[in-house]
């Protein structure tokens, strides 16, 4: 069964940093699809940032978070993480870690971020 762990959420005040990881259970390479999602209370899930691992275009960052988060892949292949800087308000959400492929798709349960002051 595939599993995808995140870690590394929590408090932090507007301007600060985190660094979310997402430990998986299988090569996320192998999967063409890895992204960043995150659900705010009572709005839907979004794409945050993505990685196409067909090797054809940069990473996809969604203009809310572009200039400040940075989605990477880990050296081993198991991982994936989102670095998250100058932090705002209105980036308090769950964030939750997806790898797909046409026929499989897979979430994490989730992690939470809240900044507030």
């Known amino acids: 069964q595939v599993q995808l762990v995140e870690s590394g959420g929590g408090s932090v005040q507007p301007g600060g940093s985190l660094r979310l990881s997402c430990a998986a259970s299988?090569?996320?390479?192998?999967?063409?699809?890895v992204a960043w999602y995150r659900q705010a209370p009572g709005k839907q899930r979004e794409l945050v940032a993505a990685?196409?691992?067909?090797?054809?275009?940069?990473?996809a960052i969604v203009d809310s978070v572009k200039g400040r988060f940075t989605i990477s892949r880990g050296n081993g292949d198991h991982a994936m993480y989102l670095q998250m800087a100058r932090l705002k308000p209105e980036d308090t959400a769950v964030y939750y870690c997806?790898?797909?492929?046409?026929?499989?798709?897979?979430w994490g349960q989730g992690t939470q971020v809240t900044v507030s002051s």
């Open positions: 997806h790898i797909s492929s046409p026929d499989y798709a897979y």
């Open positions: 299988i090569n996320i390479t192998s999967f063409p699809f």
């Open positions: 990685i196409y691992n067909s090797g054809y275009g940069n990473p």
